[in-house]
């Protein structure tokens, strides 16, 4: 299976899911007295829209280079993700602008049965965030990465869900209010895992380096190359599921330009073969100065 194709499964299922749960969780919200259930509702119908534009994202992210853009179309599985956290952030002020408006009205104790819904959903949504993320990481995918933490918001804002329910039925009439905070707190989980999931997009977009064990496995795969004697500046910039890589190696300064230029596409070569995440090595070659005295061993 392509990485695409393992990308595009799991953001699949789970639209899948969301639609299914956020139905659920609509009608059982309405019928059961429960403003937690429908503001959970929303969070998932919130989900539906971002998980159709993270499926987009990385169908885009997923196109090969082209002369308009050499390094690639990775960079979109980023901006889309910022599309996500936008999301994110209107359903939690919707839910908690509502959660306000409910708390000031007076309204009945929810129904038992919602506890029941809420549990099965909890256990569903935790599974696609574990099944979500592990893809996400095996592709190295920030989207689907960005897609998992969506399924565990929904799981964090259903378990509040089922805190502010069981307080309102343990202690009855005057702690309907319980279900309407637990939606209120679920608002600021919802803006916290928002902001999880945009500082990583940000940094790849603005090229952070944020690869410092990568560089270090970089610097050594170069060192088992016949002719590098060290390596200098490493530069790392992510772009979608890939790495562009611009590296200085250092050789001997006798060797004709020729050899040095062999020496440099055995490094690529080694690289890219090493790691399969790696797109592309850009190798400057740099003369070893007389008192260098880095020697490979």
Sequence with gaps: MSEKQENIKPVVL??????????????TGVFGNSYALIADAI???????????????IRYAAKPADDNHPYGHGKAEALITFVV????????????WQAVIHIQTPHPLP???????????????????????????????????AEAWHHRSDAITSALAIVGISIALIFGPGYEIADDIAALASSVLILYNAYRIFRPALGEVMDEHTHQEFEEKIRVASNEVDGVIATEKCHIRKVGMKYIIDLHAIVDGNIPVHEGHTISHHLKDHLIATYPEIQNVLIHIEPAKKDFQQIKN
């Design 14 to 27: 789970g639209i899948i899911g969301s639609a299914f749960l956020a139905t659920i969780k609509f009608i």
């Design 43 to 57: 969070e998932s119908t919130t989900d539906i829209f971002a998980s159709f534009l993270v499926l987009m994202g």
């Design 85 to 96: 956290v936008t999301f994110l952030v209107i359903a939690a002020v919707t839910i908690s």
């Design 111 to 145: 129904k038992a049965y919602t506890l029941i819904v809420l549990l099965v959903i909890v256990g569903i949504k935790e599974g696609l965030y574990r099944y979500t993320l592990s893809k996400g990481k095996k592709t190295n995918s920030t989207a689907l990465q």
